[in-house]
């Protein structure tokens, strides 16, 4: 018989743990109670449960996730084929996205939760957990970097978020899709790993604070002058391509102005951030030119957290967000 391949399976609370009959979702079970039952276990599968955390994912901070990138860190070391974390659906993408920063790794990450409780109808969980362990143990996985197995479907680090509040259903990857699926205790992989990695030159705890702002119609620099001097650095969820109010735009370029670095995000879910089409106060070309970073096909709070983690190490902003070459003539 072959040897089993050994999946370390690492909770840190979420719906996916919440203990029954807790009505109020705030007490999470063990690890122990997450593992499935020896005739559920998909073949060829042994796992070695590790607790890390027990919370709701909305109480997760950098110091957690520089703690659980450890502790998934070591399981690896412990020579794990694989690795699952079992997480609360609100934050997932951005731990996954973490992983993808600070972990160094040539077995699979998979991270992946529940929508529902164990002691609702029809829980979700047992189903996520069986098919992450079943992608976990994929070696050909591993450069896919961390991926969300959810509702039977891949999703890399980098593209996947949380789209619906309740369904399900509540993850997809707007910019390309899921790279695969599980069927019948299968993995599919149905596209190539993403281009480049997300992990970080250099890995340190957090030691900074970065704040994160969202921009809508009117909205003007009195927020970012009010949070300028308790941040490190700022990244801005700007209005389509990288554009903000002429207002937000000053606040921002002084933000930069006095060191401490401004990241540019959009708030569309999918596609990237200009370069050089609009000009004019709070224009893409004129934040660009002020020195402020620019975070491509990155999420506002994914790239809160590259900056973050980035600058924790050491690593300048412009070298964490570098700029695009210059474009073709058009
Ligand atoms: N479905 C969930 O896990 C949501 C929960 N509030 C959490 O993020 O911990």
């Known amino acids: 018989m072959a040897v089993p391949r050994s999946i370390a399976l690492i909770a840190t609370g979420g719906t996916v743990s919440v203990a029954p009959p807790?009505?109020?979702c705030q007490t999470h079970r063990g690890v122990g109670e997450l593992v499935p039952r020896p005739g559920d276990l998909p073949d060829g599968i042994e796992v070695v449960p590790r607790d890390a955390l027990g919370m709701s994912s909305r109480r997760m901070t950098p110091d957690d996730l520089w703690t659980l990138a450890s502790t998934v860190t070591e399981a690896i070391a412990?020579?794990?084929?694989?690795?699952?974390?079992?997480?609360?659906?609100?934050?997932?993408?951005?731990?996954?996205?973490?992983?993808?920063?600070?972990?160094?790794?040539?077995?699979?990450?998979?991270?992946?939760?529940?929508?529902?409780?164990?002691?609702?109808?029809?829980?979700?969980?047992?189903?996520?957990?069986?098919?992450?362990?079943?992608?976990?143990?994929?070696?050909?996985?591993?450069?896919?970097?961390?991926?969300?197995?959810?509702?039977?479907?891949?999703?890399?680090?980098?593209?996947?978020?949380?789209?619906?509040?309740t369904r399900i259903a509540a993850f997809s990857s707007?910019?390309?899709?899921?790279?695969?699926?599980?069927?019948?205790?299968?993995?599919?992989?149905?596209?190539?790993?993403?281009?480049?990695?997300?992990?970080?030159?250099?890995?340190?705890?957090?030691s900074v604070r970065v704040g994160l702002l969202p921009t809508?119609?009117?909205i003007d620099?009195?927020?970012?002058?009010?949070?300028?001097?308790?941040?490190?650095?700022l990244v801005v969820a700007a209005l389509g391509a990288g554009h903000v109010s002429p207002s937000l735009g000053a606040a921002l370029v002084a933000c930069a102005?006095?060191?401490?670095?401004?990241?540019?995000?959009?708030?569309?879910?999918?596609?990237?951030?200009l370069a050089d089409t609009y000009a004019g106060a709070g224009s893409e070309r004129e934040l660009r030119r002020a020195g402020l970073h620019f975070a491509g096909t990155l999420s506002?709070?994914?790239?809160?957290?590259?900056?973050?983690f980035g600058m924790s190490a050491g690593t300048p902003a412009a070298e964490l967000f570098p700029a695009p070459p210059p474009a073709p003539k058009r």
């Open 78 to 165: 412990a020579g794990s084929n694989g690795v699952v974390v079992t997480h609360g659906t609100d934050t997932l993408e951005e731990t996954a996205y973490a992983l993808g920063l600070l972990v160094e790794t040539r077995v699979p990450v998979v991270i992946t939760g529940a929508m529902r409780s164990p002691h609702h109808s029809g829980p979700d969980g047992p189903a996520n957990i069986r098919a992450a362990l079943v992608a976990a143990a994929v070696p050909d996985l591993a450069p896919y970097g961390p991926t969300v197995v959810f509702q039977d479907e891949v999703h890399v680090a980098r593209l996947v978020t949380k789209m619906h509040s």
């Open 174 to 206: 707007p910019a390309a899709g899921p790279v695969g699926f599980v069927a019948e205790d299968r993995l599919e992989l149905l596209l190539g790993p993403p281009p480049g990695t997300d992990l970080l030159p250099g890995r340190a705890a957090p």
């Open 221 to 233: 620099g009195s927020a970012a002058e009010a949070l300028t001097p308790d941040v490190d650095g």
């Open 257 to 273: 102005e006095a060191g401490k670095p401004v990241v540019v995000t959009s708030r569309c879910p999918d596609g990237a951030l």
């Open 216 to 218: 809508a119609t009117g």
């Open 300 to 308: 506002p709070p994914k790239a809160r957290l590259r900056l973050l």
């Open 22 to 24: 807790s009505a109020d």
